[in-house]
């Protein structure tokens, strides 16, 4: 089965201690000039087009804030002729380092091919870095030794858009916090990009009905998100999981047996307890 609750989405995060990440024409360029469906194509789909998805903001595919204001689709993140136009912006060639964990080959592929990638639309040249595991979470949630990183962010529940605003909330900033980016930090040069983003979150925290307010804030943080591009949404990769027949899969709310495509793949044996074996 594939699990339908996934909240995991995979990033490149940016280090907004690095003078060279403060600009938001840099980091728009970059995310501009990845073509993720070729990605993965090419890394993780396996020839399977129908598994992973490429996300075109910062939220979870699937979720109530995934459509734009006016109720059509999200229009995809890969443009590379503004990808150019946002790098020479930047000031044209830089060269950046991209830290992935090197015992991940997938991953080492396709941070390969982003680099191709920039490099073909502006000049960007990214700098291969691959760490082991320790080292990779020690230097990015804890050392602050990275410029931008191959990482990923577990949305903790549907309130996708309070999540975002806690992961790059300036007052959890710096070495430890949750916002190991150091976004909104006074000495990481906001823009007005940031600015507005950043005082968006403030008024998300005023609500909570997802059928009122709050779902226009949430599809307004979507596109003050792209014009910031605090860090650069990459994709999320289906998790497939292999469960015998024999297994009635319980949980607390309900007292009939559950889909096992509702169990949630970062927490497989959650409510293991309701769980039964049958031989129907």
């Not at 136009?85 to 950046?96: T, Y």
């Not at 082991?132 to 996708?160: G, K």
């Not at 990481?188 to 804030?217: M, V, W, Y």
């Amino acid at each position: 089965v594939t699990a339908q609750n996934n909240r995991r989405v995979h990033l490149l995060a940016v280090n907004h201690n690095s003078p060279v990440m403060q600009s938001v024409d840099l980091r728009r360029g970059i995310s501009l000039a990845i073509d993720r469906d070729t990605i993965l194509n090419e890394v993780y789909r396996g020839g399977k087009p129908e598994f992973h998805k490429a996300l075109a903001g910062p939220f979870p595919l699937g979720s109530w804030q995934e459509k734009s204001k006016t109720g059509l689709p999200l229009k995809p993140l890969f443009d590379r002729d503004l990808a150019a136009a946002k790098q020479k912006a930047a000031g044209g060639q830089q060269r950046i380092k991209l830290l992935f964990c090197n015992d991940d080959k997938q991953a080492e592929r396709a941070c390969a091919m982003m680099a191709a990638q920039v490099a073909e639309a502006g000049g960007v040249n990214l700098q291969l870095e691959g760490v082991n595991h320790v080292e990779f979470r020690q230097r990015v949630e804890q050392q602050s030794r990275f410029d931008i990183a191959y990482t990923t962010f577990d949305y903790p529940h549907i309130w996708h858009a309070h999540a975002l605003a806690a992961l790059l909330d300036p007052t959890a900033a710096g070495r430890g916090g949750r916002n190991y980016m150091s976004y909104l930090q006074k000495n990481t040069n906001p823009a007005k990009p940031d600015d507005a983003l950043g005082q968006l979150f403030t008024e998300l925290r005023r609500h909570r009905d997802t059928s009122g307010e709050l779902l226009d804030l949430s599809r307004e943080t979507h596109e003050r998100f792209l014009e910031a591009m605090p860090f650069i949404p990459l994709w999320q990769l289906d998790r497939h999981m292999a469960i015998s027949n024999m297994l009635k899969i319980g949980f607390d709310t309900t007292s009939q047996p559950v889909p096992p495509t509702l169990l949630d793949p970062y927490r497989v044996f959650q409510n293991v307890s309701k769980w039964r074996m049958s031989e129907n």
